[in-house]
């Protein structure tokens, strides 16, 4: 007769529950280690999470703080701008009387309009400004009109002043042109300005009287 060798499933039912108990404790720790590991990784995860959002709340909370203080330093300069601008005007105000007051024949220069003289020769005068890099070049457009019954050469000065009534600037022609009894003539230039300020007010001399020729029509 062959020997039979003995299998597995012939063996005592004693050591098969312990080979079977065995394999499912193996695959029980497994199961922990991975379960804890992904504890982990999750904990870790939302403690970052955590820190960053204290980190964001304390930003955003200074910079909400920051936001109101500039908010309220801007409605406090808004509301003393407005208490000043009283001041300001009345300041302004007194200071043109004051120096139209020491310069009677001082007039108010306005720019791109068509301001009406009519005095002596000058009839018109229009002021322009234009900025050339980083100066402003203020020019002049002077109408002439000889009303008189005599030829004449035309001659003028045009002076500017600043707010305060000082001479900043000035333009001054002399046209060795004759101009005819009735006739008109346009002159335009630039001012040399003597500082870097704003002109304000200007004055237009006529000179003629100095180079008429003396000589009548007819």
């Not at 109408?143 to 000082?166: H, Q, T």
């Not at 009735?182 to 180079?211: C, M, N, W």
């Amino acid at each position: 007769m062959s020997d039979v060798q003995p299998t597995y499933s012939d063996a005592h039912p004693v050591e098969k529950m312990s080979h079977d108990r065995y394999l499912r404790t193996g695959r029980s720790s497994r199961s922990r280690v991975k379960i804890m590991v992904l504890a982990i990784a999750v904990a870790v995860v939302l403690l970052v999470l955590l820190v960053v959002s204290i980190y964001s709340a304390a930003a955003i909370s200074s910079l909400s703080r920051e936001t109101m203080d500039l908010e309220r330093k801007l409605i406090i300069a808004e509301q003393e701008i407005e208490t000043l601008k009283p001041q300001l005007t009345q300041a302004h105000a007194d200071l043109d009387d004051l120096v139209q007051k020491r310069f009677p024949n001082l007039q108010q220069l306005e720019i791109n309009h068509m301001l009406e003289i009519n005095q002596g020769l000058i009839k018109q005068a229009v002021f322009t400004v234009i900025k050339q890099g980083k100066h402003l070049v203020y020019k002049y457009l002077v109408v002439a009109e000889n009303s008189a019954v005599k030829k004449i050469n035309p001659s003028f000065r045009v002076l500017l002043f600043d707010e305060f009534g000082v001479h900043v600037g000035s333009a001054d022609v002399v046209d060795k042109r004759v101009l005819n009894a009735g006739e008109s003539r346009d002159y335009s230039d630039e001012f040399e300005l003597f500082f870097d300020t704003v002109p304000k007010h200007f004055y237009i001399e006529d000179l003629s009287a100095q180079y008429n020729t003396g000589s009548k029509e007819g």
